[in-house]
């Protein structure tokens, strides 16, 4: 392969790519590099404004080939799912590669001094477990569908670090994400053996970024210092620093593309190098 036939890997000129929680704030970043590399762009959101807002913003910063557009849609309902397939089947065909960004923790179901683990209520414990693993599952069904039918196609879950080492304090989301990287190795295997070994799928698991689900979990409200549980991570984080969103494009584009060819089942941690490290 020469230097051209190499760095065209990352050209993704005519590639549709979904991103579910394309307007958040790692999703936006994973959409603005894409449309940079040339991709049609798809952010799924429920929430129109502020996907609108994005896919201006984007769209006004770009001038390649690459275009963004919102579509609406909750990944745990299946209806708006199929709905959102027609909308994007009618401006850019049919969905090459699936980023599932949508997911979470809600404070709702993290422990506080206040809260037991034996008090935590059953629909935050379900919205949780739901929306991290059931909304990472439905977009494969809905959009995998067209991709085991075309016998191509690209799926990347977004897991988390604490799917392999649980954290304190968020008992739903380490077990939903856990399942996520199981559910990522299931789907590759199914995927490769069933119906085409040119469909992948992947899973990203990015460490510790400061967004604003995790913000008053790693830094005071009032001060902005680091709270216990902050330099905790610190602490543990080799590379002595939280994570930027601009930190995931790397891995997140060399899976989606040609050049991970040949990878599929895998979960790749984005966490400088916090699960490596036994803390000794
Ligand atoms: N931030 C971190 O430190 C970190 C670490 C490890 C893993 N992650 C994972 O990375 C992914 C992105 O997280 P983030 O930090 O970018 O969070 P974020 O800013 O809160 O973005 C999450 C997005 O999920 C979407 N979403 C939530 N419920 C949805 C539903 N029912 N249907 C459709 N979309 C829904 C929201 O979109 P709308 O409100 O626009 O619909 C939101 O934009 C998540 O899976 C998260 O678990 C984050």
């Given at each position: 392969m ?11 000129t ?6 579910t ?6 999703g ?10 040339n991709?049609?762009?798809?952010i ?7 996907a609108?807002?994005?896919m201006?913003e ?14 609406q ?9 199929q ?22 923790n809600?404070s ?19 919205h ?6 059931l909304?990472?599952i ?20 977004v897991s988390s ?14 077990a939903a ?18 119906y ?10 990015p460490?510790f970024?400061?967004t ?36 995931l ?5 060399w ?7 040949f ?7 984005i ?10």
């Amino acid at each position: 392969m020469n230097q051209d036939e190499f760095q065209s890997l990352y050209d993704f000129t005519g590639r549709t790519v979904l991103i579910t929680g394309g307007a958040g704030v790692l999703g936006i970043e994973i959409a603005r590099m894409l449309v940079q590399c040339n991709a049609n762009v798809v952010i799924l959101s429920r929430n129109q404004e502020r996907a609108e807002k994005s896919m201006a913003e984007i769209n006004a910063d770009v001038k390649g080939k690459g275009r963004a557009i919102f579509a609406q849609g909750d990944v745990l309902e299946i209806n708006t799912l199929q709905q959102a397939k027609e909308t994007i089947h009618s401006q850019f065909g049919d969905v090459d590669i699936l980023i599932n960004a949508a997911g979470g923790n809600h404070s709702s179901a993290t422990t506080k001094p206040d809260i037991s683990f034996f008090d935590l209520p059953l629909d935050a414990l379900r919205h949780v477990g739901d929306l991290n693993l059931l909304g990472t599952i439905l977009p494969c069904q809905v959009f995998g569908r067209g991709m085991a039918e075309r016998s191509e196609g690209v799926i990347l879950n977004v897991s988390s670090m604490n799917a392999f080492r649980p954290l304190t304090r968020i008992p739903a989301y380490s077990a939903a994400k856990a399942a996520v990287n199981n559910f990522t190795q299931w789907l590759a295997v199914h995927m490769a053996q069933n119906y085409s070994p040119r469909i992948r799928v992947n899973a990203i698991a990015p460490g510790f970024f400061i967004t604003e689900q995790n913000r008053f979990l790693l830094t005071d409200k009032d001060s902005g210092e680091l709270t216990a549980r902050g330099k905790s991570v610190i602490a543990h984080t080799p590379m002595n620093r939280f994570g930027t969103p601009e930190d995931l494009l790397g891995a997140t584009i060399w899976l989606i593309s040609p050049a991970a060819a040949f990878v599929t089942g895998t979960v790749i941690p984005i966490d400088g190098g916090f699960s490596a490290f036994s803390g000794v």
